[in-house]
């Protein structure tokens, strides 16, 4: 038999905290699932360039100008600019990478910073 004074359960303080938490995260996710699709998207156009036959014969101007187009069209030249896209020469190639960081407020003065770099090789 149990006591008649015996309470169960989480008390309204726990609900609270508990809610308080699941707000939180549900924020910080609503907010940064868009920077890492966009993330994602440039990844895939950096890695596309690999794959465009036409460019391995391209200076870095072409090659900043198509990768310039690709932003473009996937809407997301906002997070990262042209003049980002870094060049190096390795071994029968070039190495095209860009390094960017993006910012997003989540509340009062709490921002979170997100950063990347993308990298492929454009062979000769």
Same mark, same amino acid.
């Given at each position: %038999? ?6 169960? *359960? %989480? ?8 809610? #308080?938490?699941? *707000? ?12 890492? %699709?966009? =993330?994602? @998207?440039? *990844?895939? #156009?950096? =890695? ?7 460019? =391995? ?11 310039? !187009?690709?932003?473009? #069209?996937?809407? &997301?030249? @906002?997070?990262? !600019?042209? =003049? ?13 990478? &860009? ?15 997100? @950063?990347?770099? !993308?990298? @492929?090789? #454009?062979?000769?």
């Amino acid at each position: %038999m149990r006591a008649p004074g015996r309470q169960q *359960g %989480m008390t309204l303080i726990g609900w609270v905290l508990t809610l #308080i938490v699941i *707000g939180f995260a549900a924020l910080v996710a609503l907010r940064l699932v868009p920077v890492y %699709m966009d =993330s994602f @998207t440039v *990844g895939s #156009i950096v =890695s596309g360039l690999q794959e465009d036959p036409g460019l =391995s014969s391209q200076d870095r101007g072409g090659i900043r100008e198509a990768f310039r !187009k690709r932003l473009d #069209i996937n809407d &997301v030249d @906002t997070v990262v !600019k042209p =003049s980002a896209l870094k060049f190096e020469e390795v071994a029968g190639g070039v190495r095209v990478y &860009v390094d960017y960081e993006q910012r997003v407020h989540l509340i009062g003065n709490l921002d979170a910073v997100a @950063t990347f770099h !993308k990298e @492929t090789v #454009i062979r000769n």
